[in-house]
């Protein structure tokens, strides 16, 4: 016997019996999201690395050690396998111009690969399932996107065990501002530091707040805040959008220290939260993007969205609430050949009248086919 052949490492098979609840989920979502005014967009799973490097930033976690970048062999282009797709939207957006027929509000599901260490909750290939609203300026649909979600944990039987950090980014000036006081907090600090932290001292000083490591945690605690830099206007949109959530009988914390993993974000920005998935707790992060279509190539335009983790949401699911019925209603059982050659019509009318109908095949007595009704979950057999 030839040897067996096995998926790639921390990609997943997703067989029937858990599909069933992947399916709930996004008929779920899909149907609210299209409530909302969302519309579907689908790009392509590879993309020039380029698109990646420029939108999410040099010296985050994604771009330094995570994605799956290549060359073709073919012809030499620089290729990446898409590790989000906020970049993908917004690169699809300007190259068909979507926006000259005013703003946009659009979903995506798909599958997204980061090349990271597998765990539960953390995969190589993973689902998301995300909303950007592009050309709004908020903070009114940032608002919008958060009830959005809210109103999609209620509908999986999921709010209870979910809640919402907020926090606020600002602007670039003020995020430069913070900067120089970043800097100047962890140099004073230097031996404290890691690896990661040490490069990134010079790189990227707000993605030290970003890191997972609990040695680094302390330090983190006493960094300066970047709130404390905001000016009136960035102030006045975070205040703007924490009384919408009030008034829309949201609850939030609001958490200083969250930057999320990527740099395109400015002003709002967000995490869902669960203490029942261990240390891979966050099942959905966004908040606002308003330079990135610009910085793609794009005449500016304001955005906001976000990115729920499928895998996550599933398993938050699958303890929570009770899986999904069967779908076959009726099980088909025949024997003889006249009875056979009646089998596959008597199906065809029950599908007719919308009945979901399995036709027993490949023979066998009575017995075992009344077993494989019975295993089947159909509520009835048809004889
Ligand atoms: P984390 O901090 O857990 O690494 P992240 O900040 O890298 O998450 P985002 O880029 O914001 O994640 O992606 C949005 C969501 O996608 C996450 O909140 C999470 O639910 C999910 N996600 C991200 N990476 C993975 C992965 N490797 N496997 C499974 N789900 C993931
Ligand atoms: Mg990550």
Redesign the pocket.
Known sequence: MAEALRAVRGMNDILPDEARLWQRFEDTTRTLLERYGYRNIRTPLLEHTALFRRSIGEAT??VEKEMYSFQDELNGEHLTLRP?CTASTVRAVIEHNLLYNGPQRLWYVGPMF?H?RPQK????Q?H?IGAEALGYPGPDVDAEQLLFCARLWRDLGIAGAVRLEINSLGAADERAAHRAALIEHFAAHRDALDADSTRRLVTNPLRILDS?NPAMQGLIEAAPRLLDHLGDASRAHFEALQSMLREGGLAFTINPRLV???DYYNLTVY?WVTDRLGA?G????GGRYDGLVEQIGGKPAPAAGF???V??VLALMAEMAPAPAAQTDVYVVHQGEQASRLALPVAEQLRDAGIAAVMHAGGGGFKAQMRRADASGAMFAVI
Do not use: S
Not at 121 to 124: D, E, Q, S, V
Not at 282 to 285: M, P
């Open positions: 976690d994604i989000e980061r990271e909750g953390r995969y190589r993973f998301q997972k999320r993993g990527l995490e891979q966050t099942i959905c992060g990115a729920m983790g895998e996550r």
